[in-house]
């Protein structure tokens, strides 16, 4: 069971993208279920981070506050610009122009911590950037997206706040409770979470793509151009904020990956919940939680096999 479960978590990408495949050729087998389940699934996402995070995980933020701060600094502004740059360039509708700017406007996805350490980056900073950036999206997500969506579109910051407090502090909080009051079942169940987790991101995906398939297909191109441009961009320029600053390879490598990738599912269901008259601002969440995991992967494998090199530029410098 521990190799199936080790399998699924290595594979994540390969998994959400053919079960999107399958949910775009399949789209009926789905259609029954009603797509409310995307919060109760998110926060059992939610819930398992939970159980992972230790209060070390926090002290990193005391302890290295100019990597943490700088890194979230970052996630909460290059991406949402960006997000509002191609939309202009693309001349996106309203309609999946919001979609976009939901996922640059939301907190790291818990996926990053994977591929940080697939990439051989800097965890402890990853997991620290990831907990202070969900922590701070109740706040900071409504912000952003009424700023720059309130222009065409009634945005409702307050009802977006009590969702993300719902949906994912929650259950973080939940998780974290129950990891500090019974450690021996926690212990037992933490090597379980990742493939959990993976599992429960590719049916959030195909509950999307599958409700949404038709939408998808007519201005599908266009969407994926503009979401594969928002995370190669961030990913890219995440890494060069880090180079700026004067920060070794490890901690670029895991500002760059918790940059890029976003927690895409909390797009979607935001997009479900709170602007049901627009059902195409779900979209670009579905293709960005697809597209990530494979440029995830990309990236790892990228920054892995270029690691000893760039550590050996650093002690030239």
């Known amino acids: 069971m521990k190799q199936l479960c080790d399998f699924i978590a290595r594979w994540m990408g390969v998994l959400v993208l053919l079960t999107a495949a399958a949910a775009l050729v399949f789209p009926g087998v789905l259609l029954p279920v009603d797509v409310w ?5 998110l ?15 926090f002290r990193v933020v005391f302890s290295r506050p100019k990597d943490v701060l700088m890194g979230c600094l970052a996630q909460f502004t290059v991406m949402p610009l960006l ?41 402890a900073l990853s997991v620290g950037m990831t907990a202070t950036s969900t922590v701070l999206a109740p706040l900071l997500t409504p912000l952003l997206t ?16 009590l969702s993300i407090l719902y949906v994912v502090i929650a259950p973080i909080l939940v998780g974290f409770i129950i990891q500090r009051l019974l450690p021996t079942f926690t212990q037992r169940v933490v090597a379980y979470l990742p493939a959990f987790s993976s599992l429960m991101i590719a049916a959030v995906v195909a ?48 500002v760059s990956i918790e940059v890029g990738m976003q927690n895409s599912g ?51 410098d």
């Open 146 to 161: 009424w700023l720059m969506a309130g222009t065409f579109v009634d945005v409702d910051a307050w009802g977006m706040l």
């Open 266 to 316: 909390l797009a979607s269901s935001l997009a479900t919940l709170h602007f049901a008259a627009f059902p195409m601002a779900t979209i670009p969440g579905a293709v960005f939680s697809v597209w990530h995991n494979i440029s995830g992967a990309l990236t790892a494998r990228l920054f892995a096999r270029h690691g000893e090199k760039g550590k050996i530029e650093e002690l030239k």
């Open 207 to 254: 509950l999307v793509v599958s409700h949404t398939a038709s939408r998808l297909l007519t201005g599908g191109l266009l969407v994926i151009l503009v979401v594969v441009l928002h995370n190669v961009l961030g990913l890219a320029v995440g890494f060069g904020i880090g180079r700026l600053m004067g920060l070794s390879w490890s901690k670029r490598v895991a």
């Open 43 to 57: 926060g059992l996402i939610m819930f398992g981070m939970g159980l992972t995070l230790k209060p070390e995980d």
């Open 37 to 41: 389940v995307i919060n109760p699934m």
């Open 83 to 123: 997000a509002w740059l191609l939309v202009k360039a693309f001349s996106l509708p309203e309609e999946l122009a919001l979609g976009v700017i939901l996922v640059g406007c939301c907190p790291g996805g818990t996926a990053s911590n994977v591929i940080t350490y697939l990439a051989k980056g800097d965890l």
